[in-house]
């Protein structure tokens, strides 16, 4: 008999609850809270900037990737003939204004 899996989250028929915070599900769960509107998709991440190794916010643009050919031993039907990655483009959910190499902190 299989066992059945605890989910941290609590599944809506229209959305995911994170009650608590939990540091080792921070990389899921950017994944799991990302925005999209078929243009531009961004992660669910904090804008303070929590930002755990090896992870970073990810801001990608539809269309936007990088192409480049597959090169095999021999060639068969049905094999991939280029490789395609999409690429981050830089985020644009916060903006920080330095100066004098300060950081600048409105209050």
Not at 3 to 17: A, C, D, R, V, Y
Not at 76 to 83: D, I, L, P, S, W
Request: charged residues 25%.
């Amino acid at each position: 008999m299989k066992k059945e899996q605890q989910h941290k989250l609590e599944i809506h028929p229209w959305g995911l609850l994170e009650r608590e915070f939990q540091a080792d599900d921070y990389p899921l769960n950017a994944t799991l809270f990302s925005l999209g509107n078929g243009f531009i998709g961004l992660r669910g991440t904090f804008e303070e900037g929590f930002d755990p190794e090896p992870f970073s916010d990810g801001c990608y643009l539809n269309g936007v990737y990088a192409s480049e050919p597959i090169r095999y031993g021999e060639a068969a039907y049905g094999y991939a003939r280029n490789n395609q990655r999409m690429l981050t483009v830089p985020d644009g959910k916060g903006i920080q204004i330095w100066v004098d190499r300060e950081a600048f902190q409105p209050r």
